[in-house]
């Protein structure tokens, strides 16, 4: 079985490099000599570590276990995807890449990782009028801006526990073809400037960093803390604390204000919010409200 994924691996890699070459291979790591910004945010980024965290890893032979193979290839479509393996270069790791998206054409439905990726297309990007670079051709990609390119992933429909609706949370939040895209919230806009090394046009930059609440596994100390800082901010942008006092009674208002879908949304069943009400002279009243799955 091993050997045959990975014979069709290899006829794969060969078909992409006779069709459309990759000179300077595949990996982020390939990508990030001439686009050091969004390499370096996305190097910080949970997807960067898609197919390494340990809870992932202890999981899947129980989910082989219990669902059999069919489900455990699915946990692994979305976390540790093969992509740049597909483009040619066997060394890349497993995990979401820059070619994910960026080589993304389309999906076979918006869920459960059924992602279309073609390594002969040319990278997909939000201009199309790119200056032109021997690494890659560039076209415009819709895909890469919309909701759907992310939903795809983040629409997890079983087996069991594991079900992630934040695209179906999202739409019925952002109904409005002008509503903001995932994108709009999670890979923000910074500076215009160059795009690319030794590239000449101002465009529009966007940080690839991908804040979110997982931990950074493996990461030193310094990310540690940015990541916690960062992920503290974004928790705040998203939640509004109001507190009415009318006669003898009090009320807590929790509303969410920053994030088009549910607060906290896709791993649920892993994540609990609460408030704990503190009332000068009296005890802590705990649990006041509980978000999430029970
Ligand atoms: C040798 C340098 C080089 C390498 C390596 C490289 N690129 Fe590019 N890339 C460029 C240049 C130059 C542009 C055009 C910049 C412009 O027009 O402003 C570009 C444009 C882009 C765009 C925007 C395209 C558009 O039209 O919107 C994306 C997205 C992109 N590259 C992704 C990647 C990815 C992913 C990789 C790795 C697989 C990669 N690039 C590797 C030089 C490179
Ligand atoms: C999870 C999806 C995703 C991944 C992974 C990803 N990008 Fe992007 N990228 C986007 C989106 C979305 C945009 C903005 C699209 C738009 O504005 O319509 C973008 C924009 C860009 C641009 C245009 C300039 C800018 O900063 O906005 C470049 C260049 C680029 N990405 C390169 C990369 C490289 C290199 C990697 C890997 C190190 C990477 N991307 C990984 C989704 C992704
Ligand atoms: C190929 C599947 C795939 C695609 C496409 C994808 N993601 Fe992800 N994303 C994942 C996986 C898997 C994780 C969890 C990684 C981990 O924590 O181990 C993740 C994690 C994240 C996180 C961090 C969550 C946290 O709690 O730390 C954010 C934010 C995110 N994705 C946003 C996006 C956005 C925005 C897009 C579209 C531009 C996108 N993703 C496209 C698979 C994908
Ligand atoms: C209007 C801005 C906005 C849009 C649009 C948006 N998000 Fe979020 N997202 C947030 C905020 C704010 C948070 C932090 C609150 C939270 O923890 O849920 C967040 C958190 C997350 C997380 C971390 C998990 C969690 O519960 O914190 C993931 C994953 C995520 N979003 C994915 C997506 C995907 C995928 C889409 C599109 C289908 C999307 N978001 C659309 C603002 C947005
Ligand atoms: C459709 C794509 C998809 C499938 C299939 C999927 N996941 Fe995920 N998973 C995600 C995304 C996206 C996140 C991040 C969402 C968030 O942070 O809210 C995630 C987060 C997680 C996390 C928490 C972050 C981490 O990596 O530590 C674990 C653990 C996990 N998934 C395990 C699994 C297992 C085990 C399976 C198979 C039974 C599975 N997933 C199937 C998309 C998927």
């Known amino acids: 079985m091993r050997l045959f994924a990975m014979l069709s691996l290899l006829v794969l890699a060969a078909c992409a490099r006779a069709e459309d ?60 995807p093969s992509h740049a393996q597909l483009l040619g270069d066997l060394d890349a790791e497993a995990s979401v890449t820059c070619l994910t998206c960026h080589a993304a054409v389309g999906n076979r439905g918006e869920r459960d990782g059924l992602l279309l990726v073609d390594p002969s297309a040319p990278i997909g990007g939000p201009h199309g009028d790119g200056e032109p670079t021997p690494a890659h051709a560039s076209r415009a990609s819709a895909l890469l801006g919309s909701s759907s390119l992310c939903g795809t992933c983040h629409e997890v429909t079983g087996p069991d526990v594991f079900v992630e609706r934040t695209l179906s949370e999202h739409r019925v939040a952002a109904p409005d073809p002008n509503d903001p895209t995932c994108a709009t919230c999670h ?108």
């Open 21 to 80: 070459p990759l000179p300077l291979g595949a990996s982020a790591t390939d990508c990030a000599s001439c686009h050091a910004d969004q390499a370096e945010a996305f190097a910080r980024s949970a997807h960067a570590r898609s197919g390494r965290s340990p809870v992932l890893e202890a999981m899947i032979p129980h989910a082989r276990a219990a669902w059999g193979e069919a489900a455990a290839d699915r946990c692994v479509r979305c976390h540790a």
């Open 187 to 294: 890979l923000p806009q910074l500076d215009d400037g160059p795009i690319a090394l030794d590239a000449r046009t101002s465009r529009v930059r966007r940080d690839h960093g991908f804040v979110g609440l997982d931990p950074p596994w493996g990461a030193d100390d310094a990310t540690r803390a940015r990541a916690a800082t960062e992920a503290t901010a974004l928790l705040a942008s998203a939640l509004s604390l109001e507190v009415v006092r009318e006669g003898d009674s009090i009320e807590v208002r929790l509303t969410n204000v920053g994030a088009r879908h549910a607060v906290p949304t896709g791993v649920a069943f892993l994540r609990d919010v609460w408030i704990d009400v503190e009332i000068e002279g009296h005890e802590t009243v705990e649990r006041v409200i509980e978000l999430g799955d029970p």
